[in-house]
């Protein structure tokens, strides 16, 4: 692992952008940009374009349009991607259609799992080099699945691994589909532990901020929810968004027309708290990102989650707990606390459990709906807040 400290890390340009000046005085003296392999565009892939387009991409191939929905029908139904499988396609333009269509976009570099293999986490690389990771969580009667919307992160998160080495760069909406193609595959075939199944939720906590990465993160719920084979065919109800609350950006969200969930990782109730442990603060406000959340509860029709890390010492005073109380109070919203998950290098720990409780206790004293999260895949460094994939590839 990379962090060596919890100082608030490098700040990318990104960040950069949101913060504004005040940030650029932590940048001082803070690491060189890390030096990649060059970064090459992902190439095209089906599940970037809509139906009309990988219609046009098949023409332009010289092949009937019809065949995109036959290749479509193999990648999000069959979950196939290898041209042998498609019988029903001519021998001679198989490969050259699944060569140009289904190019592959990630190779799984390392599965690790626990819990019984209940738990998996997958790390890939992209033909560009750049490492993400994803988790597979099976429970009784459903499976999640995890997945990362940008190699790295640069929100800067101070408790979070992902947020210490910086942004790579943003995935493509097919990049971001191919990892749940590829969990419900394994599932189908059933190469995770407890039988063949299939996925019931996919949750973008994995590495990266969904919402910085706008246009492919909104493409690929489309792709995920779209029904065969146009995509995967998964309710956006079962869809759950985290942001760090880039307010602009969860205000357009409101006018997709979207069903999915929204969490808001709040993590504290008071700005000056919350300017510390999500950096974005300083651009925008718990009053803000919270209104901004209330809208988008109010368009989709949908509790937002209220993602609260429990950090001993730090956030989970009783004080702290009424404060949030009194900000959702009467409020669509629902919060999920979640014991800190170490961090190589953090002085940071979870929350005494009796002090959560109290937490816990005086939320739902106030009568707001809050359950503590269970955690997964901590061994594994798969838990909320440990994805960095960049920092321990190999
Ligand atoms: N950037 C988005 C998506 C990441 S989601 C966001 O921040 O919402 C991952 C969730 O896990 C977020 O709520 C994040 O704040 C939380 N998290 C990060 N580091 C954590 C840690 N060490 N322990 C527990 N939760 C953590």
Redesign the pocket.
């Known amino acids: 692992m990379v962090g060596k400290s919890i100082q608030i890390p490098r700040i990318t340009e990104q960040l950069r952008g949101y913060v504004g000046a005040r940030l650029e005085l932590v940048e001082a003296g803070t690491r060189p940009a890390r030096r990649g392999p060059a970064r090459v565009r992902p190439a095209t892939h089906l599940a970037d374009l809509s139906v009309a387009a990988r219609r046009a991409a098949v023409t332009s191939l010289g092949e009937p349009g019809y065949r995109a929905d036959q290749l479509s029908r193999h990648y999000f139904g069959r979950l196939t991607e290898s041209a042998e499988e498609m019988t029903e396609l001519p021998g001679g333009v198989r490969q050259r259609l699944a060569d140009s269509l289904l190019p592959r976009l990630l190779e799984a570099v390392r599965d690790v799992t626990c819990d019984r293999g209940m738990t998996r986490k997958t790390l890939w690389r992209a033909a560009d080099g750049s490492f993400v990771e994803s988790v597979l969580m099976r429970y009784p009667g459903r499976v999640t699945i ?1 997945v990362s ?1 940008q190699a790295g ?1 640069g ?1 800067a ?1 101070p ?5 210490q080495a910086g942004l790579t760069r943003n995935l493509s909406t097919a990049e971001i589909v191919t990892q749940v193609v590829s969990g419900a595959r394994s599932l189908a075939r059933g190469e995770v532990a407890g039988g063949p199944g299939r996925i019931s939720n996919v ?10 990465n706008y246009p492919a993160v909104v493409a690929a719920i489309r792709r995920i929810s779209d029904p065969v084979p146009a995509g995967l065919g998964i309710s956006q109800r079962s869809v759950t968004v ?4 880039l307010v602009p950006a969860m205000r357009r969200l409101a006018g997709e027309g979207l069903t999915c969930r929204l ?3 709040l ?1 504290a109730p008071d700005d000056g708290l919350r300017d510390e442990l ?1 950096p974005v603060n300083r651009r925008w406000k718990v009053a803000e990102v919270l209104d901004a959340a209330w809208t988008y509860a109010a368009s989709a029709r949908r509790r937002v989650s209220i ?1 609260y ?1 429990m ?1 001993r010492d730090v956030n989970d005073q009783a004080w702290r707990a009424d404060q949030l109380a009194g900000l959702l109070a009467g409020r669509p919203a629902h919060v ?1 606390l ?6 190589p290098g ?1 002085r ?1 720990t ?1 929350s005494d459990p009796a002090v959560a409780a109290e937490f816990e206790a005086r939320l739902a004293a106030r009568g707001i709906p809050v359950t503590v999260r269970d ?1 997964r895949g901590r061994e594994i460094d798969g ?4 994805l960095a994939a960049a920092g321990r590839a190999l």
């Open positions: 995890c919307s992160c929100m998160c408790f979070c691994a992902t947020g949750v973008f906590m994995g590495m990266g901020e969904p919402l910085a985290s942001t760090v609350g969490a808001v990782s993590h999500v993602e890390a950090i999920n979640i014991p800190l998950n170490p961090t953090s940071w979870a955690t838990a909320c807040g440990q």
